[in-house]
């Protein structure tokens, strides 16, 4: 059973834009806290923003004022409005629940995680 389908990466220039998109099973999305997380190669997954079924939001430090999380929860679907992106957002981009607004490690994920959406940011 697939649960986190992630979309709509690719590569961009400095200073672009992007827009990921994050499919979820009900089993994982209802009532939970959805998350987006990033690994870039050699490195170690990290939180990047994560959004309450009422669509409180919250991010990394790294991102906050450039992306804006969202969330559809008639569609099952989050999504990552990445702006001013820089070559140090690459990575892999993957989303998932967490038990809790507050929990930020990647660990505590709820579910199966999925491929992930690349997005690179090059000249």
């Known amino acids: 059973q697939v649960q986190l389908v992630e979309s709509g990466g690719g590569l961009v220039q400095p200073g672009g834009s992007l827009r990921l998109s994050c499919a979820a099973s009900?089993?994982?999305?209802?009532?939970?806290?959805m998350g987006w997380f990033r690994q870039a190669p050699g490195k170690e997954r990290e939180f990047v923003a994560s959004?309450?079924?009422?669509?409180?939001?919250k991010y990394a430090d790294s991102v906050k004022g450039r992306f804006t999380i969202s969330r559809d929860n008639a569609r099952n679907t989050i999504y990552l409005q990445m702006n001013s992106l820089k070559p140090e957002d690459t990575a892999v981009y993957y989303c998932?629940?967490?038990?809790?607004?507050?929990?930020?490690?990647?660990?505590?994920?709820?579910?199966?995680w999925g491929q992930g959406t690349q997005v690179t940011v090059s000249s």
């Open positions: 009900d089993s994982i999305f209802s009532n939970n806290v």
């Open positions: 959004v309450t079924s009422y669509s409180y939001a």
């Open positions: 998932n629940a967490v038990p809790s607004f507050a929990d930020r490690d990647y660990r505590n994920a709820l579910g199966s």
